[in-house]
């Protein structure tokens, strides 16, 4: 923590913990329901993942515990246990945090933290679209009061016939679904016109709970029978002791693809969170930090039986606005859900399921961005696809594979467009201005001049090739012999295509064809002299990009040199004939591309 930390900063992190705690407890809960999981699993993520997040992150504002993105994954993860082997399932979440905390700690380690930028906006928006639906589709039983029917195995709307078509709707859980929707629709309003403390979940589930237990549906009878309506069940008034997960080899091989989605999706999830709310508070990130701490915060979950979480959009951003100012506003919203547990847990039995249900379907309908999607599908069609293919996975393969399929696909889709390298000829005009060249400039037969731009990876090689075959037949064509190829703006060059400009000025000399390359940057240049071009390729025909207090470029040399070469060869082009004059050449000639 800051070692300047003072009287003001503590207050307003005391402000913010308590109200990001009162929200942290009911969502805790419901996203443990959606994991599948005892919702006491849910608040032990509530309490160290944002412990252990908060004191290891780098942003100041993010809340990292359970979230519903990740719960979605984490049920179809666990969906090869059988429904009744819960012990099973519960062992099986705890390893799953492991694995998922050790990825994440891989990334971290080699510095890959980084590269989550570069998966589109679009998968994610795909994703949390996809999540928002399954998220609602799944609470329908719950709210109708029915159990659930089918297995974690089975389609979510093959799941949702089953559960509809088993029994009659009850309709006293219907009521308190709908008071828990009516009452959270009407209170969040007001909350952001009065500046309300945003407690609103947190009294609604109060509300409906407290209806459910006037009106004696939540409890049970005399003779030991069931309730009226399904309750969440009590909770242990105690914190977990330290737990190694039991180890099953099958059950890695069966939740390594999960994993690997909750690892990318939980990184996701933080850094862009932290991204939005550094970008207004000017906070400097530490992306590879940042990054360690979540793989932290999953490793020691999994031995403190704490559902996997990441970082929470509703938190960090209530945690944001509640005037939080350092991370020890994490550090004590956690310990402010401990204190809730311990002397509140007893109570949670009389929270009905409807209830939490209802939560989770305006939870739902929050997640999903229409105003973004509308904008995305507008804009663009390459955007928009990836959203359409994420959803679809997300809908009828499954959530843990849609991120993946998002990320694969549009890695696939932006190769290509990286690997398009751009081309133009150039052309010293007879007023000595070097620049493109225009459709009525005549062909000049002494000199080539051209310009390569873009990324010159293996992906791009087939472009590169058909450029410099051109450039030789070209040549050969108008019986040119001097070539000035511009290489200031290509970028992050690769054996693949440092073989293929090798191979290119090999075969330009064995044609009697001068190359003169203009605007060799370092990351071209090293590449060259760790191979030995020097050994055959003349040094003066090589031209470095020039320093910043040089007004004279790289590529106006080159050109000097061409038509220093060229001599009285020159006149033979007409276009070349007024550059006959070497010194007013050189006084004339500049550079405008």
Request: proline share 4%.
């Amino acid at each position: 923590m800051n070692i300047s930390y003072t009287w003001e900063k503590a207050r307003a992190d005391v402000i913010a913990s308590l109200t990001v705690a009162a929200i942290a407890v009911p969502q805790s809960m419901a996203y443990a329901l959606i994991a599948g999981v005892d919702p006491r699993f849910g608040l032990y993520s509530a309490i160290f993942v944002t412990a252990i997040a908060s004191v290891l992150g780098s942003s100041s504002h993010l809340i990292n515990g359970p979230t519903s993105a990740i719960s979605l994954v984490v049920f179809s993860t666990l969906a090869f246990i059988e429904p009744d082997a819960r012990p099973d399932a519960y062992e099986a979440m705890f390893l799953l945090g492991v694995m998922v905390g050790c990825i994440q700690i891989l990334i971290a380690v080699f510095k890959l933290g980084d590269l989550t930028r570069y998966i589109s906006e679009s998968v994610i928006l795909g994703f949390m679209t996809g999540a928002a639906i399954l998220l609602g589709i799944g609470q329908i039983g719950n709210s109708l009061g029915l159990r659930e029917k089918g297995t974690a195995h089975d389609q979510i709307f093959y799941r949702l016939w089953l559960t509809v078509t088993s029994g009659s709707p009850n309709f006293r859980a219907i009521t308190i679904t709908a008071i828990t929707v009516i009452l959270g629709l009407a209170l969040r309003p007001l909350v952001r016109k009065y500046r309300w403390p945003q407690m609103d979940m947190l009294v609604v589930l109060i509300v409906a709970a407290v209806a459910a237990y006037l009106l004696g549906w939540t409890i049970p009878p005399a003779d030991g029978g069931k309730t009226a309506i399904a309750v969440a069940g009590a909770i242990p008034a105690s914190l977990p002791l330290p737990h190694i997960p039991e180890i099953k080899f099958g059950w890695v091989t069966q939740m390594s693809s999960g994993a690997l989605a909750i690892a990318f999706l939980g990184l996701l999830e933080a850094l862009a969170i932290a991204k939005a709310i550094a970008a207004q508070t000017g906070q400097t990130l530490d992306y590879n930090r940042q990054c360690l701490a979540e793989g932290a915060a999953n490793l020691g979950g999994g031995f403190l039986q704490c559902l996997p979480g990441s970082g929470s959009l509703s938190r960090s951003a209530i945690n944001y606005q509640s005037g939080a100012l350092t991370r020890f506003s994490g550090v004590l919203a956690a310990l402010v859900v401990a204190a809730a547990l311990l002397v509140l847990a007893p109570l949670t039995k009389f929270i009905p399921k409807a209830a939490l249900a209802g939560l989770l379907f305006l939870t739902a309908a929050r997640l999903i961005d229409l105003k973004r999607l509308r904008y995305t599908f507008r804009a663009s069609l390459f955007d928009a696809g990836l959203v359409l293919v994420t959803l679809f996975t997300a809908l009828f393969i499954g959530i843990e594979y849609s991120i993946l399929t998002g990320v694969a696909l549009s890695i696939l889709l932006f190769v290509p467009r990286a690997a398009k390298l751009k081309a133009s000829e150039l052309v010293v005009s007879n007023e000595g201005i070097v620049r493109d060249r225009w459709p009525s400039d005549p062909p000049c037969t002494s000199v080539i001049l051209f310009d390569l731009e873009g990324e010159i990876f293996f992906g791009a090689a087939p472009d590169l090739d058909r450029y410099l075959d051109g450039l030789i037949a070209q040549a050969k064509a108008a019986s040119i012999r001097y070539i000035v190829l511009r290489v200031k703006r290509v970028r992050n060059p690769d054996v693949v295509c440092v073989e293929r400009l090798e191979h290119f000025l090999h075969s330009a000399q064995k044609q009697g064809i001068t190359v003169l390359l203009a605007g060799v940057r370092p990351d071209l240049a090293r590449p060259f002299s760790k191979l030995g071009f020097g050994d055959w390729f003349p040094a003066d025909h090589l031209f470095f990009e020039a320093a910043e207090d040089d007004s004279d470029s790289a590529t106006l040399k080159a050109v000097r040199l061409a038509y220093e070469l060229l001599g009285d060869e020159a006149n033979a082009c007409g276009h070349c004939a007024a550059l006959q004059d070497k010194e007013t050449q050189k006084a004339a000639l500049y550079y405008r591309v």
